[in-house]
């Protein structure tokens, strides 16, 4: 996967694909050891292993992969950081980036995976599947009236890729979909009062921590909340709130502010609520190979890689 002669610099860093032929490969330490013999099998090249700077020696560009923030020591020409997670926000809390360090990250078919799992969740709820489980284990024989999801509103906040696949598998199932992005969040806001559910699939930045307090908690008339994308999107006093007043009809969470949530966490203890347990969406080695191998691709032929992340944006 050597650089094509010719090639420009990958846009909005200063990498070029020639930078690429003479790169160190770094896995981590916390990359277990099947994973990075899949990696060197993949990119045809050594990965070597190590956290410390300094890996490759002084003045080599080094190429990392790994899920904690690199420690950008002087030591070290990092010129790529492969992130073998989806969320990125750990990664740029200082907000220090460096502007010549590119930054790509792990999706994989976390998508289809999130999607699945809000749908299941949605469609369990249509059918009063927790209902009728509880009865079970009562003996209780008794009739329960299901609705059909057809035709119902749902707002999915978070137009990205994760969240075009929850859109995309709700509609599926006939639901009425509105994706909030940055720029329809204010038509999505609106319809609040007449949604059926509202699913939480944003990023964590600055602008959408405690996106979900009072006001727009507080505007819903008996919608089911989902929170698969990040615990500190939601002020969970006010979603504690909008339970017990019934504007929230009922809440599944798979993210937390803190995680994992101890036994005497007050989340356990929110009215008609789930917790699971950061589950909906995993990433495999078998993802993580992907995307790094496409992202390689991409910078070999002097394109910037889908899966890019403009640090500038926070996601």
């Known amino acids: 996967m050597g650089a094509g002669a010719g090639a420009g610099a990958v846009e909005g860093v200063g990498l070029a694909p020639g930078d690429l032929d003479d790169a160190v490969v770094v896995a981590d330490d916390e990359i277990a050891e ?44 990092l010129i790529w950081f492969h992130s073998v997670r989806a969320g990125v926000d750990a990664l740029l809390r200082d907000g220090d980036w460096p502007a010549d360090v590119l930054l790509t990250r792990t999706v994989g078919r976390m998508g289809e995976r999130m999607a699945q799992y809000v749908l299941g969740w949605v469609l369990a709820e249509c059918q009063r599947v927790p209902e009728f489980l509880a009865a079970h284990d009562r003996a209780e024989w008794s009739g329960r009236d299901t609705e059909l999801a057809a035709g119902q509103l749902a707002l999915v906040y978070g137009a990205g890729r994760i969240g075009s696949r929850v859109a995309e598998y709700l509609r599926g199932a006939g639901i009425r979909v509105v994706e909030a992005g940055r ?26 921590r405690g996106f979900f307090g009072p006001r727009r908690l507080g505007a819903l008339r008996g919608a089911t909340f989902v929170n698969v994308g990040r615990g500190d999107t939601v002020d969970l006093a006010a979603l504690e709130a909008a339970l017990r007043a019934g504007h929230v009809r009922s809440a599944v969470l798979d993210v937390l502010p803190g995680e994992p949530a101890a036994p005497d966490d007050p989340a356990w203890r929110l009215p008609r609520t789930v917790l699971t347990s950061h589950t909906s ?23 910037t890689p889908a899966l890019a992340v403009p640090v500038g944006r926070g996601y």
């Open 34 to 77: 099947s994973l990075r013999q899949a990696l060197a099998e993949a990119l045809g090249r050594p990965v070597l292993r190590g956290t410390a700077p300094g890996t490759g020696g002084a003045g080599v560009p080094v190429v990392r992969i790994g899920g904690r923030r690199p420690s950008f020591a002087p030591a070290e020409r």
């Open 183 to 208: 720029a329809t969040g204010p038509e999505a806001d609106a319809l609040l009062p007449r949604a059926r559910w509202v699913i939480d699939v944003l990023p964590l930045t600055p602008a959408t």
């Open 281 to 303: 969406g995993p990433t495999t080695d078998e993802d993580v190979v992907a995307d790094l191998t496409a992202c390689w691709r991409a910078v070999a032929e002097g394109r």
